[in-house]
């Protein structure tokens, strides 16, 4: 056995030794009636940040008037540095790191030793005043500490080289996405990427808040998986006796809703698909849907503009973010120059593909199309005329667009619940909006004529019988519901960890999902 294959098993020997010897230290603390675990709570008066804020009123004082100051903090001992009769050691918590400086002679020998037996990665609580160092960093001076929790195992934080970046010491993508408490901990990266994921769905929240709609909540478990192309996954209800599917898509009861009386909803819900996982796609994520009643495509591409506008100000500062293309240089990417391009999805097909409509007008003519210009396709997934079209959108179109675009007029037979256009029954009234060449949202004027909806389904059906999985079922309750009548509708789907993705400049969707689905460890795949 190589050096190299015995290093993971000496590794973990050690970090079973290190285990071994802070458990013991734990039993030694019982022994002695002082466990760290028996503690409910810590006051604290102040946090790391507004400690070390050079513009805190504390600093503004002379340092006689400092020192009778009573500071509180309190987290993880990060860094120990043992001087004969002074410490100094550094303590993080979510707001950053602050230095502390503690002396023998103050606490006493036992205090100080046991201080100085402490852990890194030890959760401690500090009481003392703020000074500045020689060196001029500001510090908390303790004049007592508490043991608040022992840890066990080690955090492997991470290193700071001379211009004050922080390099994280798990480098390991999938021990990163596993053990996501040890990522946060010791990447700044990862914990400012998943921060601004939550305030994009709070940005999100409040501006739909703002205009007056709703938030709902509709059912996961559905008799009926529908309102998207996707397989779902299945699950026994043991009471019922009874299969159900867990929701692929928001559409179809927030549509009741509207047919309800309810003429502005929305929902920010977790949706599930059983297919493939990659950079982009995980099986369980969050989609953001909403329904506005007498609203047509056009309102809600103004919607659009003006709620990204308002969510990326919010988050990054600025109605505008950067986006590395694959040779490492950076475009700026501007969500204010509006209104955003309108580009028919034909149109960038022969703009970008030289493929002309015309050329598309059925399966055959384009399926020679492709050949022409050595398309790869398969027939087995692209055996109609509009998936067809939407590939060579995928491989052409998508990856230039950059700055924000409304593709437009998709093929009937990809978008079963869109209305089609008047002038050309064969498109529909449906938009993607792309930034960054990632599509970032999926709207339509939907279908509110129940005897169209139900050709559409029908001939889902028909895809789904000649083996097309992921094709739309027949949804007989929704169809009744339609016959209630619903008013003409504008409704909008947007994938939040895609959009979280282009706003952090993230690499991967499990960068932005605080615990993405991986496999069971140990398991291997086929």
Same mark, same amino acid.
Request: hydrophobic residues 35%; aromatic residues 8%; glycine residues 6%.
């Given at each position: ?9 000496? +590794? +973990? ?13 734990? $039993? ?21 940040? +507004? ?84 060196? /001029?960093?500001?510090?908390?001076? *303790?004049?007592?500490?508490?043991? !608040? ?44 990427? $998943? ?18 709609? !709703? ?13 998207? #192309? ?28 509207? *047919? ?21 796609? %995980? ?6 849907? $909403? ?17 990204? *506008? ?32 309108? !580009?028919?999805?034909?149109? /960038?097909?022969?703009?970008?593909? /030289? ?23 398969? !027939? ?42 008047? &002038? ?17 949202? %999926? ?9 169209? +909806? ?13 083996? &097309? ?36 400049? #993230? ?14 460890? /140990? #398991?291997?795949?086929?």
């Amino acid at each position: 056995m190589s050096h190299q294959e015995q290093q993971p098993e000496e +590794q +973990q020997e050690q970090r079973e030794d290190q285990r071994a010897q802070r458990l013991a230290k734990l $039993l030694r603390l019982r022994a002695r009636g002082k466990d760290p675990f028996r503690i409910e709570r810590y006051e604290r008066t102040h946090t790391a940040a +507004q400690v070390t804020d050079p513009n805190a009123s504390h600093w503004s004082l002379p340092e006689e008037q400092r020192t009778a100051l009573r500071f509180s903090i309190a987290g993880r001992l990060t860094a120990h540095r043992s001087k004969g009769k002074v410490t100094f050691a550094d303590v993080r918590d979510e707001t950053g790191r602050v230095q502390i400086y503690v002396r023998r002679d103050e606490l006493g020998d036992e205090a100080f030793e046991a201080f100085n037996d402490l852990d890194l990665s030890d959760i401690i609580g500090v009481q003392g005043f703020p000074f500045t160092t020689r060196t /001029g960093e500001p510090s908390i001076h *303790v004049t007592e500490y508490t043991l !608040l929790a022992k840890a066990l195992r080690p955090v492997p934080f991470g290193k700071m080289d001379d211009t004050g970046h922080v390099y994280s010491a798990l480098t390991d993508v999938e021990t990163r996405y596993r053990h996501r408490y040890l990522d946060l901990l010791s990447n700044p990266r990862s914990r400012e990427i $998943l921060v601004k994921r939550s305030q994009i769905v709070s940005a999100m929240r409040r501006f739909l808040d703002s205009r007056g709609f !709703l938030e709902v909540e509709t059912p996961v478990l559905q008799l009926v998986a529908g309102g998207a #192309a996707a397989r779902p996954f299945l699950t026994h209800h043991n009471a019922l006796d009874y299969d159900f599917k867990l929701r692929i898509s928001l559409e179809l009861f927030l549509k009741r809703l509207i *047919v309800g009386g309810m003429e502005k909803v929305y929902e920010i819900g977790r949706v599930f698909r059983n297919e493939g996982i990659d950079t982009r796609h %995980n099986p369980e994520f969050t989609l953001m849907e $909403l329904y506005q009643a007498y609203a047509n495509l056009e309102d809600i591409m103004d919607l659009v503009e003006e709620m990204y *506008v308002a969510i990326c100000t919010e988050v990054n500062g600025a109605p505008r973010f950067s986006y590395r293309q694959k040779d490492g240089t950076e475009i700026l990417v501007d969500l204010a120059a509006r209104p955003w391009r309108r !580009l028919s999805l034909l149109e /960038g097909i022969q703009q970008y593909a /030289g493929i002309p409509p015309q050329e598309l007008q059925t399966l055959e003519h384009a399926i020679a199309a492709c050949r022409r210009i050595d398309v790869p396709f398969d !027939l087995s997934k692209e055996n109609t005329l509009g998936g067809l079209i939407e590939k060579l959108h995928e491989t052409y179109t998508q990856p230039h667009l950059i700055q924000p675009t409304f593709i437009t007029d998709f093929p009937l037979e990809t978008s079963p619940l869109a209305k089609k256009r008047p &002038d050309n029954p064969g498109l529909t009234r449906r938009f993607e909006v792309y930034a960054a060449t990632q599509e970032l949202g %999926n709207a339509f004027s939907e279908i509110n004529d129940p005897l169209d +909806q139900r050709e559409r389904f029908e001939a889902q059906m028909r895809q789904r019988a000649a083996g &097309d999985e992921e094709a739309h079922p027949m949804d007989e309750e929704f169809l009744m519901a339609l016959e209630y009548g619903m008013p003409p509708t504008g409704g909008l789907g947007v994938g939040i960890d895609r959009l979280a993705i282009v706003l952090t400049g #993230a690499e991967s969707i499990r960068d932005v999902i605080l615990f993405p689905l991986m496999r069971p460890e /140990g #398991a291997r795949g086929g």
